[in-house]
């Protein structure tokens, strides 16, 4: 049976196919219209689907959404209600449009369906799952756990903000829920919004920006007490309690009551282009360790409901791989298993296999390691695609049939100092870029973190970069147990290779502690000696693991820096013509695609045609 799973209308737009257990196909729509967090109907996405498939929209026998609109538009005239009269604006404002867009969404979705192909609306039947149910089954049932304890976190969904489920053989059971407006997801967004990030998509900045606050200092401990005084109850449960009247996203169109936070911790809300100053840092870093202590709790509430060794977690909190890791190290469970796309586009994959599973009944089958195919879900390009690229921008290029000599080629030019865009094979589903669309450097290089931030990515300095690291050296250079291959836990890096700080290091500010040299693999080794890692595993990449060999085989080193092929405000590219264009547009050296290689010196093409602006990210 083909199922098709769809994500839309709030951020994160995406499709899923699936086929009885099997995953066929998953991609954000964002991918294909170039649009940072595409909300609308995923038209691109699920031509792509139907194409990865073979198959046409008559040949779907179910289509499922991720979440119920009415249970949502229920808790909005609840919430306006509750609040009155405060919000009338915002009311007046956005029951329009869920009147006209959003309560007759099942018209809505056959409307966009029809522009797809041609179908019996009797036999192509449209279904509806719960939001935290879509997170749960993303996570529950590629695990590869025949039960498990599923937690998930984000900011909202029809009325849950988090939940704790427990899953056995194919059935997933909710067990407890929090519930709008007290939320994980909104409070650690509350303060991307007052430290100047953008909400749903700043969040990664900011937990970056964390490690540069002053570890245990009389400030940040202040910021925290502050925090669970005046913004939330934190209780032992798991569950919160947001004091509303510092919030104003259940009444307004912000996220805060500025004034009030401005009061509170006595500095100003940062603007986007403010300076980062030490103070920001620190309340980074409290919201950090808060949220921290949330999900442990809820953790902690998980296992004693469920009395399960495996956990399963999943929605927007769960990208948070400080927190994950946090869980890890307090050995809660036995094993973890982390959805890859844990944000609201996983909610199409989660939408569709529940519909299989809990629906149709479909039993799970077993699996010696999860089902996600290491997230390469997306779309692949021929030799041939790429040649029409390079024809149609007259770019200079070579062919290196041979893949042994391609990957010693690439591994030299990373030894050489030369940033290098990596295109190969089918592309990642989630935000990570997992050695299929991947800007590739290398990590012994102490000027690699500012050049790719500065002429690379074009991004705030302060930004930290991952490695990718075969999964069999992990331990050489990293202090962590499990594998890592979605870039979901970070991990200090190993004694041995950390270089000893300045006596004066907590002293310094945050630009000066920022290219401090703190290991032998700088790029990746943030300002807290920790790494977001990616273990690099040859049963599902072979060719990236065969790249990081031959590096290895050259310099001795078993890692190299990884970081998503793309711009800031830039969605990850897909095609041929988007990498050219992004490495045109960039300080990068040399990209390889499939098996072309281009070397920069060597275009002779005007750098102005590739000039392209993103709205901020």
């Not at 009030?260 to 620190?282: A, M, T, Y």
């Not at 080794?525 to 990616?534: G, K, V």
Request: proline share 4%.
């Amino acid at each position: 049976m083909y199922i098709l799973g769809i994500s839309a209308y709030y951020h994160d737009s995406a499709a899923c196919l699936i086929h009885n257990n099997e995953i066929i196909a998953a991609a954000h729509e964002e991918r294909f219209t170039r649009v940072k967090q595409d909300e609308n109907f995923p038209e691109n996405a699920v031509k792509y689907c139907l194409k990865e498939a073979g198959l046409e929209l008559s040949d779907i026998e179910a289509v499922v959404y991720y979440e119920k609109p009415f249970l949502k538009f229920e808790r909005l005239l609840e919430s306006y209600y509750h609040f009155a009269p405060r919000g009338l604006i915002s009311f007046v404002k956005s029951i329009p449009v869920w009147v006209k867009e959003k309560l007759f969404i099942k018209d809505e979705l056959y409307s966009q369906l029809k522009k797809l192909g041609k179908y019996d609306k009797k036999k192509l039947k449209l279904y509806f799952s719960e939001h935290h149910l879509s997170h749960a089954a993303s996570a529950y049932y590629p695990s590869g756990f025949e039960s498990a304890a599923i937690l998930t976190l984000d900011g909202m969904g029809e009325w849950a903000s988090a939940s704790i489920a427990t899953g056995t053989g194919n059935k997933i059971q909710i067990i407890k829920e929090l519930h709008y407006p007290n939320s994980p997801g909104l409070l650690y967004s509350a303060f991307t919004y007052f430290l100047g990030f953008m909400v749903n998509s700043g969040e990664y900045k900011l937990m970056g920006l964390a490690p540069y606050g002053n570890h245990g200092s009389l400030q940040v401990e202040n910021y925290k007490n502050l925090i669970r005084e005046n913004l939330v109850d934190i209780r032992p449960d798991g569950s919160i309690k947001l004091h509303m009247k510092y919030f104003a996203f259940a009444t307004g169109l912000k996220m805060i009551r500025t004034k009030k936070w401005e009061s509170l911790f006595g500095i100003k809300k940062r603007n986007s282009s403010d300076p980062v100053l030490q103070c920001h840092s620190d309340l980074a870093l409290a919201i950090q360790q808060i949220t921290e202590e949330i999900v442990l709790n809820m953790t902690r509430e998980a296992k004693r409901l469920t009395e399960n060794k495996n956990l399963c977690l999943a929605g927007g909190v769960a990208l948070n791989c400080v927190a994950n890791s946090a869980i890890l190290k307090e050995n809660i469970f036995d094993r973890i298993f982390i959805q890859p796309a844990a944000g609201d586009a996983g909610g199409a994959l989660g939408a569709a296999l529940a519909f299989a599973h809990l629906h149709n009944n479909m039993p799970i089958s077993e699996c010696n390691t999860d089902k996600m195919k290491g997230a390469f879900l997306g779309p692949e390009f021929s030799d041939l695609d790429v040649l029409k690229t390079a024809r149609k921008y007259g770019a200079e290029f070579e062919y290196i049939e041979d893949n042994n000599r391609l990957f010693e080629f690439t591994a030299r030019q990373l030894t050489e100092g030369k940033v290098t865009g990596w295109f190969r094979g089918r592309m990642e589903f989630g935000p990570r870029a997992l050695g299929n669309r991947s800007i590739l450097a290398d990590a012994r290089n102490p000027e690699m973190q500012k050049k790719l931030n500065l002429k690379i990515k074009f991004r705030e300095g302060f930004r930290p970069f991952a490695p990718s690291v075969l999964h069999e050296d992990t331990k050489k250079y990293f202090n962590i147990d499990v594998s890592s291959p979605y870039m979901l836990f970070t991990a200090d890096v190993a004694t041995g290779i950390r270089k000893n700080l300045p006596g004066d290091y907590e002293n310094l500010d945050m630009m000066s502690k920022l290219y401090i040299q703190r290991s032998t693999v700088p790029a990746i080794t943030h300002c807290d000696f920790s790494a977001r890692l990616q273990t690099v595993h040859k049963e599902t990449n072979p060719d990236y693991h065969a790249l990081i060999s031959k590096f290895k085989e050259l310099t001795g080193t078993g890692l190299i820096v990884n970081t998503s092929f793309n711009v800031r405000g830039e969605p990850i590219v897909c095609t041929p013509d988007e990498a050219f264009r992004c490495f045109m547009r960039t300080g990068m050296d040399v990209l390889v695609m499939q098996n072309y290689v281009f070397i920069k010196e060597k275009q002779n093409i005007n750098p102005e045609l590739f000039k392209e602006k993103f709205k901020p990210d």
